[in-house]
């Protein structure tokens, strides 16, 4: 089975400074992996996802993280924080589960971060 | 918009009473998710379809059910209801016509609430 823990429920930081939200898995395969945003009475949205390949992978509003398997860590990070930051981020993890069915996503337990101006 | 959508978009029933949460994947996603989100469990995977049939169960209780019908919506059925159901339910489809596996894209969530 995989899980996900993510590093600090909370996070605050200054606009324009650099955002770093911690997210660690545990999986028996390899896994898929991906971050989440979630905006007040919103669903979720994809930041970004590792699958295969490159283990640096670049999402949508500056976001990005790095695949580290001997760490069995996802960071989430972003060099300049600004106002609109500001949400709940999730981490998940998946695996293959085969064939035509892809895999159920387990998530961390989210972590708000805070923009101060 | 991610192209999946749900509804309603707010329930509100007493204990007891049975509801019926709708979704609609993307065009050309095959595969359904249900999740759960409420403040004490966090986002919890309930159940997966894919083309009709059921593929994967999570922690999804017996007085819930679900089902994805021919035209590939689905509908999450949840009876017998009680106060610690309320919560955010998501629905979240993937399928062959995404351009990256196991992208999961997650409609609006339907608010539950259980007086």
């Known amino acids: 089975a995989q899980s996900v823990t993510q590093l600090g429920s909370h996070v605050s930081v200054s606009e324009g400074a650099l955002v770093l939200l911690r997210c660690n898995y545990s999986s028996s395969v390899p896994p898929y992996l991906f971050w989440y945003v979630q905006y007040p009475n919103q669903g979720l949205q994809l930041l970004l996802k590792?699958?295969?390949?490159?283990?640096l992978v670049k999402g949508i509003n500056g976001f990005e993280a790095e695949f580290k398997k001997s760490e069995t860590s996802f960071h989430l990070t972003k060099p300049s924080a600004h106002m609109s930051d500001a949400a709940e981020y999730f981490c998940a993890v998946s695996i293959n589960a085969g064939g035509t069915s892809y895999g159920k996503l387990t998530f961390g337990q989210g972590t708000i971060l805070t923009v101060h101006p | 918009d991610s192209g999946v959508t749900q509804t309603p978009k707010h329930l509100i029933t007493a204990t007891g009473q049975r509801v019926t949460l709708r979704c609609s994947p993307r065009?050309?996603?095959?595969?359904v998710y249900w999740y759960q989100q409420s403040l004490d469990q966090g986002l919890q995977f309930l159940i997966q379809y894919y083309n009709g049939e059921e593929r994967a169960k999570g922690n999804i209780l017996e007085r819930f059910s679900a089902q994805q019908f021919p035209d590939l919506h689905s509908e999450l059925n949840l009876s017998s209801l009680e106060l610690g159901d309320s919560a955010l339910y998501f629905c979240?489809?993937?399928?062959?016509?995404?351009?990256?596996?196991?992208?999961?894209?997650f409609g609006p969530g339907t608010r539950l609430t259980v007086l």
């Open positions: 590792y699958t295969t390949g490159a283990t």
């Open positions: 979240a489809s993937s399928g062959p016509g995404t351009s990256g596996r196991h992208e999961q894209f």
């Open positions: 065009s050309g996603d095959l595969s």
